[in-house]
């Protein structure tokens, strides 16, 4: 740690009286705010749930007051409160979101109160998930790292988090690469109910956080103002001299319980409780300042009516602050985009044909990130020689340096925070590859708690343009964990966007419109048609460049039914029809090319027009995408059929890697030819 001798600690802007009388006044301001919320829950006035932060103000405002507001980004927990205060967030704003009120930086009514989102303060869109907002923060610190800027991420949480696997993984990143993030670790003794001895080996973060090389770690007394600002000034320089991160481990009281649903009686001693008590910040730095001649006694009580009456106002006025209005429930779960307008003729689309998946998205790659340069590519495997393993993101280094496509550690959660922070930056679009979609499960927590719904919890003010490609499916022998169908599951997830190609042309051009597109989109690659060239040797100059969402292809016009399809199973269903249509039965094929949005429209259109319906899936046939579209068929275009849906799809079984057995689970050509039959005989 940086020695500070009294020449040095007079230079600091910390002890300055106009810095002081600041920080006092903004400690009083969440003292009384707490207290205020505490008393509105009892009198059930709107606020129904209050996280006490008596005990943490001290951390949170140094903090806020010593990063550069509007330069500086920041990730405060919900616990956090003081440090938007500190930054001199709009008080009737902090209140209003607590009464569930319209608070316009603050979701709007959309999320539980201290979740404050302010892109003036640079704070993105915050969560309630325990631990997921520190990779988030490393992407953001690359962000900066990639741009040569002077800036610093602060994130925050308690000692709770540091049990999460994305602090880690945050830890080891930020180390690795050297970032300029301010992990600090509000340490109050207990996650809820549990203490720390029961959960962290050493029984402190400190222990841990000083196993990652290149990391700074300061345990202080976070209820001693000298030292912990001495320590938070140490490692704000370091970040900002771009010489790496740093952990600060504040020791702190947490005074109250967890929450207005919590009693620590319940679990804490009365002995505990009254030594929280007396470690109290708020009279200890009264008390300092007073002794250092900051203020005098007459001055303190000014500053403490002042705050009272302030915390006063805006409550009276938060409480006038018009509710949320149903009406605009559904506004910004995605940001509006409509991609480019105009047909495409590529470098190689009419000079080397057949062009097969592989080549088509590394052009699609190769092109947009020539046109643009914050388009970012990397995963595990994706630079250098590699080029993933499937080839996609071949020379993608060579081409446009290590900064532009590098690779990442083999953590999936760690591609999608990574992503996530660097698309909250507004400089980047990043697009991540998670090597095959079976991997994606430990992601799951950025994927569908995060990435998904980060415009909608903003109400609009942050966006994450984020692409998430990921090899999928089976047919390629590769047993139960390279083999797997999960788009339903992402399908399920409001906010994201799925695509799934079946060719080279259209994976093309919806990559394309996908890394343009401002919301998170899901583009699902089937491993099985990477290198077909039969059905996917389609001339890319017959589609646009930037194919838009929510636009069906009609592979082949038909009269007797209707094949719905999508990936695979288009390639398939497009050699079964081929077959039957000598036998003079003509089968409409609708490749949906995207699952979110669906083409609505153009399936009513088919089914009107033949009565009859096959829906074709590779996944299992339980809830299922094939199920949601049988269920919107029946509810609107009922009418319309001459015969029961028929739905075809693998057996409700894991993929085995033996090709008999693999072939027993999954659909193929013989059991479509026999769906339609059936279906054509009705």
Known sequence: ????????????????????????????????????????????????????????????????????????????????????????????????????????????????????????????????????????????????????????????????????????EAMNYASLRSLPVLFVIQDNGWAISVRSEEQTTGGCVSNIASGYPNMAVHLVDGTKYVETAQALSTAIRRAREEKGPSTIIAKIPRIGAHSSSDDHQKYKTDQEIQEDLARDPLPAVTKWALGEGYLDQNAL?????????????????????????????????????????????????????????????????????????????????????????????????????????????????????LAIGLGLSGAFRPVAEIQFCDYSWTAMNQIINELSSIHYRSSGLSTAPVTIRMPYGAYIQGGPYHSQRIEAIFAHCPGLKVVIPSNAADAKSLMKT?????????????????????????????VPEYLPFGQANIVQTGSDLTLITYGMMTFLAADVATKLQKEGISCEIIDLRTIVPLDKETLSKSVRKTGKVCILQEAPLFAGVGAEIAAIISSEDFCYLDAPIVRLGALDLPIPYAKELEEAVLPSKASIEKAIRRLHAY
Not at 99 to 127: E, N, T, Y
Not at 515 to 540: C, G, M, T, W
């Open 301 to 417: 009580e000014a500053l403490q009516d002042k705050a009272l009456q302030e915390v006063e106002r805006a409550v009276a006025a938060a409480e006038k602050v018009a509710k949320p209005s149903p009406k605009k429930v559904a506004e910004h779960l995605f940001s509006p985009y409509s991609p480019p307008n105009g047909a495409i003729c590529t470098k190689k689309a009419l000079q080397e044909e057949p062009v097969v998946m592989v080549d088509a998205l590394n052009e699609a790659l190769v092109e947009e990130m020539e046109a643009d340069p914050s388009v970012l590519v990397f995963g595990q495997d994706v630079a250098k020689g590699k080029g993933g393993v499937f080839g996609v993101t071949r020379a993608l280094t060579e081409r446009f340096g290590e900064s532009r496509c590098f690779n990442t550690p083999l953590a999936e959660s760690t591609i999608v925070g």
């Open 1 to 168: 740690m940086e020695l500070f001798t009294t020449s040095t600690l007079q230079k600091e802007s910390y002890l300055s009286s106009s810095f002081v009388r600041s920080l006092l006044e903004s400690l009083l301001i969440a003292r009384y705010t707490d207290e205020k919320m505490s008393k509105l829950v009892r009198q059930n006035k709107g606020g129904s749930f209050h996280l006490d932060s008596r005990g943490h103000e001290l951390i949170g405002i140094l903090s806020a007051k010593l990063l550069q507001s509007g330069t500086d980004w920041a990730f405060p927990y919900y616990r956090d409160r003081s440090f938007p205060i500190g930054l001199g967030a709009p008080l009737i704003e902090i209140f209003s979101a607590f009464l569930a009120k319209d608070s316009p930086h603050h979701s709007s009514g959309r999320m539980m109160p201290d979740h404050f989102c302010h892109p003036a303060f640079r704070i993105p869109v915050q969560s309630s998930v325990v631990g997921s907002q520190f990779l988030q923060a490393t992407g953001l610190a690359q962000a900066i790292k990639l741009q040569g800027k002077k800036e610093v991420v602060y994130v925050s949480s308690g000692e709770g988090g540091t049990s999460q696997g994305d602090f880690h």
């Open 514 to 542: 996908a890394i343009r597109d401002p919301n998170p989109v899901i583009f699902l690659e089937h491993k099985a048609l990477y290198r077909q060239r039969v059905f996917s040797a389609r001339a890319l100059s017959s």
